[in-house]
């Protein structure tokens, strides 16, 4: 069966731009900017070769659509791990934006673009957690849950890397639930969600106590 064409995209878009190899980056597990999948996830991975700072964006494109929730960045050591799960099949446009640490100034540079052909859902998903600043900056990744199932009713494990932390606790509504170190920087718990009859819509929230007195968000899951 013939691959489907792909569509109309502006000359030099696709792969990489002009300072991704500057910015010391490399592609470690998807080189063709063109993904072509028979399921519905797929986890593309960027190498570093110094701290640096990242940001995405991920639009559908028949509709045209903003579908960030559908990505998780997450970093392990000179890793930047970018999961996509989409629940419907289609062309989606995935951009990567950069900035070493040590270098000023707030705008992040577009490094690397890939287009992401989804031919078939074959996984149910649900929106990754919000992400917040502070996720990315502290080089966090999460081992469980990467998406918490709407109107959850039974018990979930939590476990998370975290460096630098001095606490961490899961808040679900109004209920703390504390984790427990397990190894360095790892954290897990569990929360039975089947005892406590939360509304549709609760936020679940990764916190985190570290250089200062008071917590501070990392991920937010809404159930």
């Known amino acids: 069966m013939a691959e489907e064409e792909i569509p109309y995209l ?10 991704f190899e500057p910015y010391g980056l490399s592609t470690l597990t998807h080189e063709d900017p063109v993904v072509r999948l028979g399921t519905n996830k797929v986890k593309l991975v960027i190498g570093m070769t110094e701290k ?3 940001t995405t964006k991920f639009k559908r494109m028949n509709p045209i659509q903003e579908m960030n929730n559908c990505v998780l960045t997450q970093n392990m050591g000179c890793e930047m791990h970018f999961n996509i799960a989409v629940s419907q099949p289609g ?5 990567i934006y950069a900035l070493p640490t040590g270098q000023a100034g707030p705008n992040f540079i577009n490094v690397f673009n890939y287009l992401v052909h989804v ?5 149910y998903v649900e929106p990754f957690p919000k992400q917040y600043p ?42 703390w639930f504390k984790l427990d170190k397990t190894d360095e920087h790892v954290y897990e718990g569990f929360v ?14 990764l916190n985190v106590k570290s ?4 917590y501070d968000i990392l991920l937010e899951y809404t159930i």
């Open 52 to 54: 640096t700072r990242f």
């Open 119 to 123: 031919k078939n859902v074959d996984t």
């Open 10 to 19: 502006t000359d030099g878009y696709l792969g990489a731009q002009a300072k």
């Open 192 to 205: 039975d969600f089947g005892a406590n009859n939360y509304p549709e819509g609760t936020k679940v929230k």
């Open 91 to 95: 062309f989606y446009k995935f951009e």
């Open 211 to 214: 250089r200062s007195n008071k």
């Open 134 to 175: 502070m996720w990315k900056q502290e080089g966090c990744f999460v081992y469980e849950p990467m998406m918490l199932q709407k109107g959850v009713n039974y018990g979930v494990a939590f476990k998370y890397y975290i460096p630098h932390a001095i606490d961490v606790q899961v808040k679900a509504g109004d209920d």
